[in-house]
């Protein structure tokens, strides 16, 4: 008969039922719902009284906590554990990391630490086996303490994960000044629909944390739609009925004997130019520009060969302009979008700029695909940087613009300027184009052949000044003349010398401009003076 027991009952036979073994620790698996593998366990505290039956920790634990004994109970259990580590290990049974729960209590208590590590030693178990999970709430008591124990931990070895993640409001300031290897995040203190108010605060807090690359586990998980929003936002560590209740040491056994398991993903190194916890805080200038003020922006990882878009910022989505939804990004694998070429363009980009650690500029096509518009094809100029590394995982930042229109304005270009190729010949005209954006001058095949200039001249009109081409004495005349078109002015033909012999030409430019009127481009032609007259 299950009967519930008193406070004074408890405290009575509290000894006693640690030594005969009533208190006790069940399992439950941690999983990758991606793949289905355990990738842990956490062991959770049980009380089985021979006469009064089953006790529950939500009535128990307080009155140990009240009585000053659950540090003892919290040894057992870590105890316990260690001897069923020591069990696998002997029995040569897979073994995955157990995380033991650690109560405030014990984090007031000096040396448990160090009574821990007695534990461990004498059980010669690995400390990457053993995790240690702390709560939230500890942190109430004062932030340094539990930083130092924290410190203290780490530097025995021990993985911490921050229990109960969400459950306070202080949720987010806490988790910016410990610095945990795991959240857990508690679905039940963030339930209500997974699409409303509860989803938007998980997405954002996933989000934040891969960024700086702490894995999320997600707890009191009971649905395959809990399960499956999780992962479309790119949390796939799962801990919850859905996939087993706390089980009893046999039944866990017979699990890791059948299951593959995997080990938990290392924390990611961010790169030093980068400071993770105002990256993290979503208040912090990072985020504000992450979301307000860089264009079209995405985080995302690469590893041997696999890319997984983490995170992407409401003008992302605008600048491939095919209405998608955060989590048709998310939840997809970006390389469907790619043909082999750009694909293999793209990828070189990325290996470029692993081994560079610079910024990388590439152009490629994808073909998108969104439930409003549809497949559509588009040409994304990208700006890629490393900013994190874990192993052969790296972390990029990526800003895109999307240049479709850009693209196929210049393929027309082109096309063109084969078809009047032969007629600039015969008209001695010399012609090129600018643009405004990023200074680049793409000269007729005429001007590259005439005056030696490269297909396309970077920061012009610098090195033709800097050549002789153009004069020093008009250099500044034709800085300005180029402002002015930027700034939309048409200006009127205008002559300038050119090279050593100022050979005197007359310039024309007509501008091109977006659908706001804003210049883009200038088109320039140069034709000799033919009068002979020379420029002084
Ligand atoms: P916790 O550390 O957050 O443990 C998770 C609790 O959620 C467990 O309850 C587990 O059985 C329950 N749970 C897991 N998946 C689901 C789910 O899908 N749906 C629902 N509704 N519940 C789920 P449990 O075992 O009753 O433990 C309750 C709390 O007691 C624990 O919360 C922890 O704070 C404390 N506790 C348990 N064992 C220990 C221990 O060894 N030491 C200390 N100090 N505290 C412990
Ligand atoms: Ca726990
Ligand atoms: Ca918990």
Same mark, same amino acid.
């Given at each position: ?17 640690m030594?005969?073994?009533?208190i ?21 505290m ?23 004994l659950i540090s003892r109970a919290d040894l057992h259990v870590f105890e316990v554990v260690c ?13 995955? !990391?157990?995380?033991i729960n650690m109560s405030?209590y014990d &984090?007031?208590r000096?040396n448990y630490t160090d009574e821990i590590e007695t534990i461990r ?12 999970? @702390?709560?939230? #709430? ?9 930083? #130092?124990?924290?410190?203290? /931990? ?12 969400? #459950? ?13 290897? =795991? ?17 938007? @605060?998980? #997405? ?11 894995? =999320?586990?997600?707890?009191? +998980? ?58 993290? *805080? ?16 995405? &985080? ?77 094809? =588009? ?7 490393? @900013? ?54 793409? !000269? ?11 297909? =396309? ?15 020093? *004495? ?10 002015? /078109?930027?700034?939309?002015?048409? +200006? !009127?033909?205008? @002559? +300038? ?13 007509? &501008? ?16 000799? +003076? /033919? ?6």
């Open positions: 008969m299950e009967r519930k027991m008193t406070e004074q009952e408890l405290v009575g036979s509290f000894f006693d039922a030594r005969y073994g009533h006790y620790a069940v399992y439950q698996p941690k999983m990758n719902h991606s793949t289905g593998r355990m990738i842990g366990a956490e062991a959770l049980r009380w089985r009284d021979p006469e009064n039956g089953m006790q529950y920790p939500g009535d128990f634990i307080p009155v140990l906590e009240k009585n000053d001897r069923f580590q020591r069990k696998c290990l002997d029995m040569e049974v897979p073994c995955v !990391p157990i995380s405030r &984090i007031y000096k030693q004498r059980y010669e178990i690995p400390v990457d086996l053993l995790h240690v999970e @702390i709560t939230e #709430s500890s942190a109430i008591g004062g932030m340094e303490l539990v930083s #130092s124990v924290l410190e203290d /931990l780490h530097h025995r070895g021990y993985t911490v994960e921050m229990d109960d993640f969400g #459950s306070g409001y202080s949720s987010l300031n806490v988790l910016k000044d410990l610095d945990v290897d =795991v959240i857990k995040l508690d679905m039940r203190f963030l339930s209500g629909k997974v699409g409303g108010r509860g989803g938007t @605060i998980i #997405s954002s807090i996933v989000q934040m944390t891969k960024w700086l690359g702490t894995p =999320v586990v997600a707890e009191g +998980v009971e649905t395959v739609e809990q399960a499956d929003y999780m992962k479309s936002i790119g949390c796939s560590y799962i801990q919850g009925y859905l996939y087993s209740k706390p089980i009893e040491e046999p039944e866990f056994l017979q699990k890791l004997r059948q299951l593959d398991h995997e080990p938990v993903v290392a924390a990611m190194d961010l790169i030093n130019t980068m400071n993770s916890c105002r990256f993290w *805080d979503p208040n912090s200038l990072e985020t504000l520009i992450f979301n307000q003020y860089v264009g079209g922006a995405a &985080i995302f990882s690469y590893q041997r060969g696999k890319v997984e878009i983490l995170r992407v910022n409401q003008k992302y989505m605008k600048e491939l302009g095919m209405n998608m939804t955060e989590k048709e990004i998310l939840g997809c694998d970006p390389w469907m979008w790619f043909d082999e070429e750009n694909h293999k363009r793209y990828e070189d980009a990325m290996l470029n700029a692993i081994h560079s650690r610079d910024e990388v500029t590439s152009e490629s096509w994808r073909t998108l695909c969104s439930t409003i518009c549809g497949t559509g094809r =588009v040409c994304v100029r990208s700006e890629i940087r490393v @900013i994190g590394q874990a192993g052969d995982q790296y972390l990029f930042y990526c800003l895109v613009k999307n240049i479709t229109a850009e693209k196929k304005r210049y393929d027309a270009m082109y096309d063109s300027e084969l078809r009047f190729k032969a007629a600039f010949e015969q008209i001695n005209v010399y012609a090129w184009e600018y643009t405004f954006s990023n200074k680049q001058m793409r !000269p007729c095949f005429r001007c590259m052949r005439d005056l030696g200039l490269p297909a =396309v001249v970077d920061n012009y009109p610098e090195p033709l000044i800097r050549d002789g081409i153009i004069p020093l *004495d008009y250099a500044d005349m034709y800085r300005n003349l180029l402002r002015r /078109l930027e700034n939309g002015e048409d +200006v !009127p033909p205008t @002559i +300038v010398p050119l090279t050593v012999g100022r050979v005197p030409f007359t310039f024309r430019y007509t &501008i091109e401009r977006d659908e706001n009127g804003k210049p883009l481009k200038a088109f320039g032609s140069a034709t000799i +003076v /033919l009068d002979d007259k020379k420029c002084e």
